[in-house]
């Protein structure tokens, strides 16, 4: 993806050891991710936070701590093994959170690789709806194997295009699309088939693609790609079903088309539901909106993020560097956190704390910014009294007023709590999550 998107200039292989996102020792010697790591890149017109996490059940911690922030999701299945029971468990962690997902099947370049198996298994087991998007031109049996020159060639069924990989270009850069007429015989009926069933079974889930059916006397291959991919869009968004993209990571193919299905499908920030609070003692079902727009915007208004409002921002991470002390990793959910800015743990009782520096995290290399804008991810230095799940606020913020404030009066980082002080109910906290 980073190569894709311009970030680095050759590829990393996990079993070399030069992936820009497991950059630990122990992960490039073992060639798995122990701990989750950030980064942010663009593809096309889009801005992309990603947030590399562990597949080992072991870092399970590291999966939960990022999806508190997430907008979307891509689960990973082995096109060979299908869903695995770590995977089940990521898939019930999204669900909690109720994140849109998209699946990657990947490893299709494997003795056995089976993907129909695989998409059996994500709707058997993961309780979801698959719309596969694309789809290998050439078509092998259940325990086949596909050579790198007929992974060259795939369909689109939703732009009904002809996708080839360049066999010049190792690195799987090169990307031609073609579309497909009925002259094209083989790969045509092969896209044909795939649209059809994926038409077919968005029309089980949503009317308005009924519609368009209709209006074209019910040809598949004629409903407009506009239409299939607002319908994909919408089944996705509200978790009724989630897209399917094949590939082989290790051959360079498959990425391109799960970075526009990204794009695409999965929810921006300004999409998102507004996250709820608990203030002090409330139970769960009590929380509440925490932005201050929820009093001046209507309600069809409220769920979009804006740099107006004051500060709400959401600690999902804490490291400790050698060097620079304690990495604050946060959530931006409204208004924008700026650098020397004086913050207010909302849910420690109302201790101030001042951000001095912002960081852009890029793996385990970073770039000084100066602000964090609603709904993106960043790093604050200098907190020394923040933890995993405190939300941060504007000094001003009305929710404040609805705070408990320990022992009648403002706390300051210098003021540490007492026993007394920690058996009160203080402070607010995301997600309605303790």
């Not at 989750?36 to 080992?56: C, E, K, M, N, Y």
């Not at 083989?186 to 896209?191: C, D, I, L, T």
């Not at 044909?192 to 019910?218: H, N, S």
Request: aromatic share 6%; with cysteine; net charge negative.
């Amino acid at each position: 993806m980073l190569h894709y998107a311009g970030f680095t200039r050759k590829l990393g292989d996990v079993d070399s050891g030069s992936t820009v996102m497991d950059y630990l020792p122990a992960e490039r010697s073992r060639g798995i991710t122990i701990q989750s790591a950030a980064i942010t890149f663009g593809w096309r017109d889009a801005q992309v936070h990603l947030i590399d996490t562990p597949g080992h059940v072991d870092f399970t911690v590291e999966v939960e701590r990022a999806m508190r922030v997430l907008d979307g999701a891509v689960a990973i299945i082995d096109a060979v093994a299908g869903v695995q029971a770590q995977t089940l468990t990521v898939w019930r962690q999204t669900s909690a959170y109720g994140i849109p997902c998209i699946v990657f099947v990947n490893k299709m370049d494997r003795e056995g690789a089976d993907w129909q198996r695989a998409v059996k298994d994500v709707e058997q087991r993961l309780g979801t709806r698959a719309l596969v998007l694309v789809e290998p031109e050439i078509e092998k049996l259940a325990q086949g194997k596909y050579e790198p020159s007929e992974l060259r060639y795939w369909v689109d069924a939703v732009t009904m295009e002809r996708i080839e990989y360049d066999a010049s270009d190792k690195t799987g850069a090169t990307v031609r699309r073609q579309l497909l007429t009925p002259e094209d015989g083989r790969a045509y009926e092969v896209a044909g088939r795939a649209r059809e069933k994926l038409v077919e079974t968005l029309a089980e889930l949503d009317a308005e693609i009924v519609d368009e059916f209709l209006a074209v006397d019910g040809d598949h291959v004629r409903v407009s790609t506009r239409a299939v991919r607002a319908a994909v869009r919408r089944a996705t968004l509200s978790n009724m079903a989630c897209p399917v993209v094949l590939g082989a990571a290790f051959r360079n193919v498959g990425v391109q088309p799960l970075l526009d299905a990204v794009i695409d499908y999965l929810p921006s920030p300004t999409e998102r539901p507004q996250p709820k609070a608990i203030s002090g003692s409330q139970k769960l079902n009590e929380s509440r909106e925490i932005s201050d727009s929820r009093k001046t915007k209507s309600p069809a208004s409220r769920n979009a993020l804006t740099n107006d409002d004051k500060l709400v921002a959401f600690a999902f991470k804490v490291t400790v560097d050698a060097q620079r002390g304690p990495m604050v990793f946060v959530r931006v959910y409204s208004g924008s956190l700026d650098a020397r800015m004086t913050l207010v743990n909302g849910t420690r009782g109302g201790i101030r704390e001042r951000a001095s520096k912002l960081l852009q995290m890029y793996a385990d290399s970073s770039e000084e910014i100066r602000t964090i804008r609603a709904g993106h991810i960043g790093v604050v230095l200098g907190l020394k009294h923040t933890r995993t799940g405190d939300t941060l606020l504007h000094p001003d913020h009305t929710s404040l007023e609805d705070a408990t404030v320990v022992a009648g009066r403002e706390r300051s980082a210098m003021h540490m709590l007492t026993e007394e002080d920690v058996r009160e109910p203080v402070g607010l906290q995301l997600h309605g999550i303790n």
